[in-house]
């Protein structure tokens, strides 16, 4: 891959990171969904059980249909606190696969605001993420959230 190739590449997957934490941190969690494959699979799990290879997320959709439903629960079924969150990445590297998907890993950092006001660090970690290119541009086939915060501090509803 040429330099240009890399930085459009590069720019492309900055591009899909930034528009997927908008959507979440601007209240627009209908548009979630559409930034997977249907075939996805979407994971938060604590670093500590990454690294001991236990499958225990704390949350598990292996498919579209999964995160249309937590989309649908979250306006509809679930009593919460709606969070106010921003999310802040830094550090992404990437590889391209021999299969044409690339592998990511970008650290994130989501500063969660309480109804009160009350800004605190509600989760840190990195995402480990597989995209792929679609007809409708690039989309993750894998996004797992590994968070190195060693308890969710509250409710955890919205995705990360």
Known sequence: MSGVEDLMTRLELLSLQDRYVAAIDNDRIEEWPGFFTEDCLYEIVSRENEEAGLPAPVIHCDNGRMLRDRVVALRHANIYEKPAYRHMLSGMEWREEADGSYAISTSYVVVNTSQEGESRIYQAGRYLDRVVRTEAGLR?????????????????????
């Open 140 to 160: 993750f086939r894998e996004k797992r959230c590994i968070y190195d915060t060693l308890r969710v501090q509250t409710l955890l509803a919205f995705p990360i």
